[in-house]
């Protein structure tokens, strides 16, 4: 078995053609170490047969379903955002709002702009107990939600993360006070990392001025 699973990850990181027929006769018959061999090495392949084979196998219930949806979200094309956003939903309702096929699948949102999986996100932006997986979450909602700027960007501001308040400083909407003086206390803080204030003097100006 444990040859079996070394040759099938040799054969995938080679990319010859014969290890996508591998890859589904392993995972329907394999031990489980040459199943989970097949599942990863799929994540190593690349080409537009791979594509091909990985949309006829998200619809599947398995672990070689969610690795094609991964697989989708990082390397597939727009009009794959159906898949992918049904691997999202099927992630969350299986694992959480914290499991780690998210972090692949919320970038996969957030590339791809599927607009339908906002709520989905939404969802995660507030349940997650990761930080750097809501910062990657809101950047997803900046692609796809339409009321991202006006709500969660706003929040992004407090985040801990800086990667998170750099969200919000490129996109939370300025029409609440709130906003301006949380910016205008951002680009005045010399603690501030530099991305952070870069994102809020593209909004305000380098002399903290009106927006």
């Given at each position: 078995?444990?040859?079996?699973?070394?040759?099938?990850?040799?054969l995938?990181?080679?990319?010859?053609?014969?290890?996508?027929?591998?890859i589904?006769v392993?995972?329907?018959?394999?031990?489980p170490?040459v199943?989970?061999?097949?599942?990863?090495?799929?994540?190593?392949?690349?080409?537009?047969?791979?594509?091909?084979?990985?949309r006829?196998?998200a619809?599947?219930?398995?672990?070689?379903?969610?690795?094609?949806?991964?697989?989708?979200?990082c390397?597939?094309?727009?009009?794959?955002?159906?898949?992918?956003?049904?691997?999202?939903?099927e992630?969350?309702?299986g694992?959480g709002?914290?499991?780690?096929?998210?972090?692949?699948l919320?970038d996969?949102?957030?590339?791809?702009?599927?607009a339908?999986?906002?709520p989905?996100?939404?969802?995660l932006?507030?349940?997650?107990a990761?930080?750097?997986?809501?910062?990657?979450?809101?950047?997803?909602?900046?692609?796809?939600?339409?009321t991202?700027?006006?709500g969660?960007?706003?929040?992004c501001?407090?985040?801990?993360?800086?990667?998170?308040?750099?969200?919000?400083?490129?996109?939370?909407?300025?029409g609440?006070?709130?906003?301006?003086?949380?910016?205008?206390?951002?680009?005045?803080?010399?603690?501030?990392?530099?991305?952070?204030?870069?994102?809020?003097?593209?909004r305000?100006?380098?002399?903290?001025?009106a927006?």
């Open positions: 078995d444990g040859a079996r699973a070394a040759a099938l990850s040799h995938a990181r080679s990319g010859d053609p014969a290890a996508l027929d591998l589904e392993a995972v329907a018959d394999g031990a170490v199943r989970e061999a097949a599942v990863e090495s799929l994540g190593r392949m690349d080409g537009a047969p791979v594509l091909v084979r990985a006829g196998w619809r599947r219930p398995d672990a070689l379903g969610a690795a094609a949806g991964q697989l989708l979200a390397r597939g094309s727009a009009d794959d955002g159906p898949l992918v956003l049904a691997a999202l939903r992630a969350v309702r694992t709002p914290d499991g780690p096929a998210l972090w692949s919320v996969g949102a957030g590339r791809l702009g599927i339908q999986a906002a989905v996100l939404r969802h932006y507030r349940e997650t990761s930080s750097h997986l809501r910062g990657r979450t809101a950047q997803a909602l900046a692609a796809t939600d339409a991202f700027a006006r969660f960007a706003v929040e501001l407090w985040d801990c993360e800086e990667t998170t308040r750099e969200v919000g400083a490129r996109h939370a909407a300025t609440d006070q709130r906003v301006v003086g949380r910016l205008r206390r951002l680009a005045a803080d010399p603690a501030e990392e530099a991305e952070v204030q870069t994102a809020v003097r593209s305000i100006g380098p002399d903290t001025a927006i």
